[in-house]
T-cell receptor, first 114, second 111 residues
Framework: NAGVTQTPKFRILKIGQSMTLQCAQDMNHNYMYWYRQDPGMGLKLIYYSVGAGITDKGEVPNGYNVSRSTTEDFPLRLELAAPSQTSVYFC?????????????FGSGTQLSVL | GENVEQHPSTLSVQEGDSAVIKCTYSDSASNYFPWYKQELGKRPQLIIDIRSNVGEKKDQRIAVTLNKTAKHFSLHITETQPEDSAVYFCAANTGGFKTIFGAGTRLFVKA
């Protein structure tokens, strides 16, 4: 099992550009999440999904979009990138999504918007 | 909504000493409290967790305590080793999809 796989690992964007961060998991987890981690800060939930076709907003959803067409994939889309979106992005998954189980994280994507 | 505060932000200890990281939460409905360790440039990984019906849990050199009345929980690492150097995050969850994280504690263990 590869676990949770994220691509790319690093990316530099210009203001106003758009991109998609890819996330895939092979653990047959129902629940997937996108977090961002700013320097010296904890992880903030951007969006989450409870299954294919179902997504919902987290704490900081503005400027992002997600889709979940399959159980395995949960891409995060940035439209009109802004410097405030410079961060490290982590995708995560869990099996039950009841809140009391382990989150499995991907290796992260370091994004800079200049 | 839930808010989790974590202290200290940085902690430096001598190898072999103990380290304690403290967190407080605001939502009395929170019932699950995981701790994640993030080594430099790596992904966060769960190291220990505690549920609200338990006051203390141990796993070798690490332990977590929970005081529901005061709404705080702590991570204790004994006999610290250089490989314990990392950022540690506490978190709280009310049983839904939103795990709320503290800001993290950067632990340095000096050899």
């Amino acid at each position: 099992n590869a676990g949770v796989t994220q691509t790319p690992k690093f990316r530099i964007l210009k203001i106003g550009q758009s991109m998609t961060l890819q996330c895939a998991q092979d653990m047959n987890h129902n629940y997937m999440y996108w977090y961002r981690q700013d320097p010296g800060m904890g992880l903030k939930l951007i969006y989450y999904s409870v299954g294919a076709g179902i997504t919902d907003k987290g704490e900081v959803p503005n400027g992002y979009n997600v889709s979940r067409s399959t159980t395995e994939d949960f891409p995060l889309r940035l439209e009109l990138a802004a410097p405030s979106q410079t961060s490290v992005y982590f995708c995560a998954s869990s099996y039950l999504g009841q809140g009391d189980e382990k989150l499995f994280f991907g290796s992260g994507t370091q994004l800079s918007v200049l | 909504g839930e808010n989790v505060e974590q202290h200290p932000s940085t902690l430096s200890v001598q190898e072999g000493d103990s380290a304690v990281i403290k967190c407080t939460y605001s939502d009395s409905a929170s019932n699950y409290f995981p701790w994640y360790k993030q080594e430099l440039g790596k992904r966060p990984q769960l190291i220990i967790d505690i549920r609200s019906n338990v006051g203390e849990k141990k796993d070798q050199r690490i332990a977590v305590t929970l005081n529901k009345t005061a709404k705080h929980f702590s991570l204790h690492i004994t006999e610290t080793q250089p490989e314990d150097s990392a950022v540690y995050f506490c978190a709280a969850n009310t049983g839904g999809f939103k795990t709320i994280f503290g800001a993290g504690t950067r632990l340095f263990v000096k050899a």
